[in-house]
């Protein structure tokens, strides 16, 4: 496996942001996390679900992936857990409520489309 280095130091902000930004209707908070130093190889964000759950996730060229399950928290990070391509596949894993509203958002722009196309 290839230790490419897809972003620099200065990138992973802007694409973490661009994901938080992404789901942010679909969860109660999302951030960088202040305290966990980014690299050229990961970033780390702070969450916490519809349900109140809080994670640490690492966002890296290998994807989103829980490494914690509270704020700030690595302790997860050596255990292989899976790696999700994006944080919505991230999410739909780890929170129902996620599924419910991001489906719920769906449907209502189905239904918006559906009259524009009748009227």
Known sequence: MSNELVLDEETWPVEAEAAINDI???VNAASVSPKLRSSNQRIYINLTTLENSEYCIEMSA????????KYDDTSLATIENMNYETPYALLNSISQKYRESFGGELMNKLLDLAKKSEG
Do not use: C, N, Y
């Open 24 to 26: 942010r209707k679909h």
């Open 62 to 69: 290998a994807g989103f992936r829980v490494v914690g399950r």
